[in-house]
């Protein structure tokens, strides 16, 4: 069985400040790991996906994640936080090739602070 | 470029009536799925459909039918709403083979906020 756990519910951080949003996963297998992004209102929208090429991992409006085995985490962060970030996070984890098994964690809602 | 259209956006219902809400996609996607989204619980998954024709039951499906006449539509059916249905719906798409890595990326609706009073 696989999960997710996201480990904070709510951040709040200064604009211009460093984010770090927290996720730990369980998989039977090499899983592909996900974090979405949901404004206000909206739809979710993919930030970036692990799919066990590079650790390190670049997405949209400068966020990374790191995919660390050893530590089953996949932590999202960027260097300096804007506005336009305040949002809901979802960390995502799927088993390979597995489309209906694709668990969510529970959302972490950034605020930033100006 | 529409992506994933989800209709209505929200809808009041009294408990036990009926109603339907419409997901259509024009990415010519294989994959459909509808989701709630409940304060504290991430989304489940509610049904989900891997063609046209085809429906299978996801993480929560009591009190819901699907059916997937068309490719690009997705129809996500309360025969008689309870407010314990009161939620936000997603509709989402993927398209079938990722590579390798089977990472199916979704595609997500703007949501559809149904109360049941």
């Known amino acids: 069985a696989q999960s997710v756990t996201q480990l904070d519910s709510h951040v709040s951080v200064s604009e211009g400040t460093p984010v770090l949003l927290r996720c730990n996963y369980s998989?039977?297998?090499?899983?592909?790991l996900f974090w979405y992004v949901q404004h206000p209102n909206k739809g979710l929208q993919l930030l970036l996906k692990?799919?066990?090429?590079?650790?390190l991992v670049k997405g949209i409006n400068g966020f990374e994640a790191e995919f660390k085995k050893s530590e089953t985490s996949f932590h999202l962060t960027k260097p300096s936080a804007h506005m336009s970030d305040a949002a809901e996070y979802f960390c995502?984890?799927?088993?390979?090739?597995?489309?209906?098994?694709?668990?969510f964690g529970t959302g972490t809602k950034l605020q930033v602070i100006p | 470029n529409a992506g994933v259209t989800q209709t209505p956006k929200f809808r009041v219902l009294k408990t036990g009536q009926s109603m339907t809400l419409l997901c259509a996609q024009d990415?010519?996607?294989?994959?459909m799925y509808w989701y709630r989204q409940d304060p504290g619980m991430g989304l489940r998954l509610i049904h989900y459909s891997v063609g046209e024709g085809t429906t299978a039951k996801g993480e929560v499906p009591d009190g819901y039918n699907v059916s997937r006449l068309k490719k690009q539509n997705f129809l996500l059916g309360l025969e008689s709403a309870a407010p314990s249905q009161t939620s936000v719906y997603f509709c989402?798409?993927?398209?079938?083979?990722?590579?390798?890595?089977?990472?199916?990326?979704?595609?997500f609706g703007a949501g559809s906020r149904l109360t049941v009073l």
């Open positions: 998989s039977s297998y090499s899983p592909s």
């Open positions: 995502v984890v799927s088993d390979p090739g597995s489309y209906q098994k694709v668990t």
């Open positions: 692990y799919t066990s090429a590079a650790t």
């Open positions: 989402a798409s993927s398209p079938v083979g990722q590579g390798a890595s089977g990472a199916n990326v979704l595609t």
């Open positions: 990415m010519n996607h294989e994959y």
